[in-house]
């Protein structure tokens, strides 16, 4: 079981203990980008067949197939940027999402773990039950509905329970609560 203690990160309070930390699942991050070079692949093939039907020059057809490689290579860059700065923080006394949308919009959203009125989770595919992964869903006092999501997370399901287990802690309780353990929460039915 991975220790988180030695994490520290900006916001994090000075009698603050994390419990869990994730990044996006690496699973989706993959998929994601086998999608974006098979369009690339796709496009260029494309264009090379405009160029043998000599539609267009073949300095044409090496300048758009130059620039789309540049934009393919640009997109997969921000992917896993994307992916290695969207993160999950589950700590005593709060939950933490931060996420990347854009190449210059930073969001960062805390939650009171007092706050939580419910967790849920969402898988949306097959694969997404083969792998263990989904969107993680809270409910907090304020909401009407489920606007705090975060998405492609490893053992959404398992982090359900793990919340549900530490919201029902009092703070002293959190405090001495150890990380998430999942063969522990596999078997766990609630109380």
Known sequence: MPNWE???FEWKHSDEKVLHFAHPAKVQTVLELSKLV???LVVEAI???IGRTELLSWSMVYLIMGIILVIG???LLYKFYRT????LYITSKRIIFHWIN???WDHVRKITLD???NVDFRTESL???IFWYGTLMVQTSNDTGWDNHIWHINDAKLLTHYIDKIISLDLEERSKFNEFDATYFKNWQGE
Not at 84 to 87: A, I, M, P, Q, T
Request: aromatic fraction near 20%.
């Open 47 to 49: 264009i090379y067949i």
């Open 115 to 117: 706050n939580i009125r």
């Open 73 to 75: 290579i640009l997109s």
């Open 102 to 104: 854009g190449l210059f």
């Open 38 to 40: 098979f369009a690339l």
């Open 127 to 129: 694969l997404w039950r």
């Open 6 to 8: 030695h994490i520290n």
């Open 84 to 87: 290695k700065n969207n993160f």
